[in-house]
């Protein structure tokens, strides 16, 4: 029997991405140009379908309703205070002036409301451009820290690039930074807390696997490793989520979900070093990272109400003045903070009752199956009439906080993908991915009765954009059961699919005029009406 050789087939050319990407890898110098290139590009495109006719519709859309006319009596007075029936007109109209002092309750903490009214300062609180320039900078700033964060993560200028420019161009990031409600500068905070976070890692795991090499002796690891308070970043993660707090009140459950992950990310290492007693080990290390993050957290959610303990009129400003607490362990608190305490029992109760019907309502159960987004503004117009040519049936100016539909359904299977490729990897990145889509989704399935809205869900995207730049990235790296030149292919088709659908959809992103025959093109679904 005799042995053939078989001939070598010639490798195949390298793909202009492989040619690319080595080059990339090679040179620093394009290196470092293309670092820059990309997240500025991106930012840019952000920034300008943020801006580009912002103050259009001028008119109070939504909760607007609420928050601009609280952050301007916020911005003037230093506590939300009411105005008249008709207020609403009138303030469009440009009469600013026409609130009184009466202190009007809100159940929001004031943050969000401050920055709104910076811009109100800035513009003038007659200008539509005014109320929402802060949430378009906000907006923007999101998909930058998008992009650092990604980075980060995924090591890659490209797919930091594709997660970046995914909420640089989708509609619920769009919309959301184009009106004034709060949840825009919620995301901001939450998503530069956990970009923190991940800077505290690179940091932190370094310096306790040398505190656990120099503890060994004789090659025997120690039964307990260094307890490290020199942690910045962790600082820093404590005052973002303080800061996302002082939005709104779910910022809590992220600061919770850091904590927890901190304690269990130092414990894990811990035992992966060797550490006898890592549990008990890690716990210290816990205690100590709580004096990190949680302070100062408080300390930046405590200031955000300074212009409520600084002034006389707000709501329950005095509520504890003339019943001031007895039991020993408070009555030393000043009166003003007794107040602000009542004041927040007060809001959480508020916040309970909460269960009036809405026509846009969506319990967090049907996020992800995007039932029911929310329709933000709608005016339609009459055949002929200020330049409408839809023939019978009009025109319609929609402001739809809908995502990209495409992007959206491919993101929540990612997002199953990734706990699938966690329980097969134990990768710490999608560890902390899928943190972020529970601490900011989860908890709201405990409130099935509470009155809440699709557009909620803007906290949770950039995570599962995240998670979506994982699964792109294992298709194109050849991962996922597919050849690499598939999966590169189909990588490439989706991101133009994806492309062409924000096209497609950008009209009723922007509340630009549409004939009602394209509006009715968009309704896929029964709830997309």
Known sequence: MTNTVEPLLPASPPTFSERWQARLATDPRIHRLWAWIVPVAVTFVALVLRVWNLGHPRALVFDETYYVKDAWTQWVLGYAATWPDDANDRFVAGQ???????????????????????????????????????????????????????????????????????????????????????????????????????????????????????????????????????????????????????????????????????VVTDALERYRLGVRAWIPDALRQGVVSFFLLVPVAFVVYLGSWSGWLLSDGGYDRHAADADPSTNPLFSWIPLSLQSLWRYHQTIYDAMLRITSGHDYMSPAWQWPLLWRPTSMYAQSTAGGESGCIGGDNGCLQVLYSMPNPLVWYASVLAAAYLVYRFALDRDWRHALVLVGIAATWVPWLVYPERTVFQFYTIVIWPFLLLALTFALQDLARGRMWLPRATGRRIVIGFLVAGAVLAVFWYPLWSAMQVPYEFYRLHNWLTGWV
């Open 96 to 262: 600013a002036d026409i609130f009184g002092t009466d202190p009007s309750f809100v159940v929001h903490p004031p943050l969000g409301k401050f920055l709104i009214g910076v811009g109100m300062w800035a513009f003038g609180p007659e200008s539509s451009f005014g109320w929402r320039i802060s949430a378009a900078l906000f907006g923007t700033a999101c998909v930058l820290v998008l992009y650092l964060l990604a980075r980060s993560l995924t090591g890659s200028i490209v797919f930091a690039g594709i997660a970046s420019s995914l909420l640089a161009v989708d509609g619920l990031g769009i919309v959301m930074s184009r009106v004034s409600l709060l949840d825009i500068f919620l995301t901001f905070f939450v998503l530069l807390a956990v970009w923190f976070v991940v800077l505290d890692r690179r940091r932190h795991l370094d310096r306790l696997a040398r505190g656990v090499a120099a503890a060994s002796r004789l090659g025997q690891p120690p039964t307990y490793g260094p307890v490290l308070w020199n942690r910045p970043w962790v600082i820093a993660a404590g005052a973002a989520a303080g800061a996302a707090s002082a939005v709104k009140w779910s910022g809590v459950w992220v600061l919770a979900a850091i904590g927890l992950y901190l």
